[in-house]
């Protein structure tokens, strides 16, 4: 996100001035700011004082971060599924393929016994 150039009390002093009667093209002559920029700043933090705002921005920051972990989990989770899923079609393969259906059945193959057993897992 972008960083202002201006700060949380700069900007309540012009919101302040600008509820005590000062107009606002004035103010945004003198701060070297659009009218765009201090109709945004009134709509976002009008009727809040310093502390409010920086805890508002606080807020924000950490419902960003956690927006991102949980993005980041949801991805790890969609890689997971995936791979199960390919693991499960090569389970039943294993497992269709020479015509034995039970698990004592393919007992006796190599490697077979585990892909039941992960089968048993996955289905849980």
Excluded at 4 to 25: H, Y
Excluded at 89 to 111: F, H, K
Aim: glycine share 8%; aromatic share 6%; net charge positive.
């Amino acid at each position: 996100m972008k960083k202002s150039r201006f700060t949380d009390s700069q900007i309540m002093a012009v919101l302040k001035r600008s509820e005590g009667g000062e107009s606002a093209p004035e103010l945004c002559r003198e701060m070297g700011i659009s009218t765009a920029t201090f109709y945004k700043w009134r709509a976002r933090f009008g009727g809040m004082d310093v502390s409010m705002m920086s805890r508002m921005k606080e807020l924000e920051e950490e419902n960003r971060r956690l927006k991102k972990m949980y993005m980041d989990e949801k991805l790890k989770a969609e890689i997971v599924s995936e791979a199960l899923a390919k693991n499960g079609e090569a389970i039943s393969t294993a497992r269709d393929g020479p015509g034995r259906g039970s698990r004592e059945e393919c007992a006796d193959q190599p490697g077979v016994r585990g892909l039941w057993d992960q089968r048993e897992l996955l289905s849980v």
